[in-house]
């Protein structure tokens, strides 16, 4: 299997993070990537650098005035008088979630603390001077795993950090600025006429839902802690089924908290019917290890010898498949956690 990361994407590291009302230290640091870098090294996977595609990937799935606002919010928030270390919003805009349409007309108002507000969706998605830098790297990232695939490598893994599966088409939340999961998936369409992604990070993959919400050629499965008391809290429901001519093409299964590995294959085993009934011919796996027992900000239980059942799971599908990396922020499983999806996936060759 070949595997991508471009060292840009360690440049991103927030300070804060709001948690339960304090300002805390972060959960989504460098290091997590040098341990699953350090895993890859162990099973001696190369680790290919991406070339730099642009904001092409990106723009396929985001749209132009959030890349924008993204690129220069750093810049423009450091001169605001009393401008704290990051870009942090202060308010919030009302939003329907109207789901017919595909994402909101740009932000009205041109102040700073207005884009902010209207861009950034919760208080978990600080900018500093680096992370749209290390955004757009993730994005190339899954592109280039994506294009592994397509020129006919039977699996891919994309080494994304900052994640992606919470970020929509304009809006970033949940420490996810571009969306590596669905600039793979949408690349991947290029190909194959159907794709489908799975999800198994523990939170629920909002951002990617709404992307493909509407969209019948994308089907999207995720497979999540119970949203009712977990984030993102919102979504995640088995009643979004998609809409429009997605209608039937979102598939949410929630997990109960306290759930382990017997539960998650149950899941998968359900995600893998729907996936071969919607007839995917391709396969992007947003992979997460936040599920994990010893995960600091996880209420799941599943253990690291579980996902190894999981790789063979997902091998068993049959499918080209990128896998992309999600959450997972126990930095001293994370790495056996990957090893042990490795050791079940095999090469995929
Ligand atoms: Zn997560």
């Not at 001696?44 to 642009?54: M, Q, T």
């Not at 942090?88 to 603390?113: D, G, K, M, Q, T």
């Not at 294009?147 to 939340?173: F, I, K, N, Q």
Request: aromatic share 10%; with cysteine; charged share 20%.
């Amino acid at each position: 299997m070949r595997a991508f990361f471009h060292p840009d994407q360690q440049l991103h590291v927030p300070q804060q993070f709001m948690r339960t009302g304090r300002i805390s230290n972060p959960a989504d640091l460098p290091s997590r990537t040098e341990a699953l870098l350090a895993a890859l090294e162990r099973r001696r996977i190369k680790v290919e650098r991406p070339k730099d595609y642009g904001t092409a990937p990106a723009l396929t799935v985001h749209t132009n005035d959030y890349l924008e606002f993204l690129a220069g919010a750093y810049g423009v928030w450091t001169k605001l008088p009393n401008a704290g270390p990051e870009v942090l919003p202060n308010c919030f805009p009302y939003w329907n979630a109207r789901v017919e349409l595909p994402h909101r007309p740009p932000c009205p108002s041109p102040h700073p603390i207005a884009q902010a507000g209207y861009y950034l969706g919760d208080l978990a998605v600080p900018i500093g001077e680096y992370t749209y830098t290390s955004s757009l790297a993730a994005t190339h990232t899954a592109a280039a795993a994506a294009d592994a695939v397509m020129a006919g490598e039977g699996a891919a893994y994309a080494l994304c950090r900052p994640s992606g599966h919470h970020a929509r088409a304009d809006r970033a939340s949940g420490f996810c600025y571009l969306n590596n999961g669905a600039v793979a998936a949408q690349r991947l369409r290029s190909k194959f006429e159907r794709v489908a992604i799975l999800d198994i990070d523990a939170h629920h993959g909002d951002g990617t839902q709404a992307i493909f919400y509407q969209r019948g050629d994308v089907f999207t499965i995720s497979i999540h802690a119970d949203p009712a008391a977990y984030y993102p809290f919102f979504t995640g429901y088995e009643h979004e089924r998609g809409h429009g001519q997605g209608e039937g093409a979102n598939l949410n299964i929630p997990l109960a908290p306290g759930t382990g590995d017997a539960e998650l294959m149950a899941a998968l085993k359900r995600a893998g019917e729907a996936i071969v009934r919607f007839g995917a011919e391709a396969l992007v796996l947003s992979l997460g290890f936040d599920n994990h027992a010893e995960d600091p900000i996880g209420v799941l239980k599943v253990t690291t010898a579980g996902f190894q059942p999981v790789g063979k799971f997902i091998r068993g599908l049959g499918l080209p498949t990128v896998v992309v990396q999600e959450g997972g922020y126990q930095i001293s499983v994370i790495g056996d956690c990957l090893d042990r999806f490795f050791a079940g996936a095999g090469d995929f060759s």
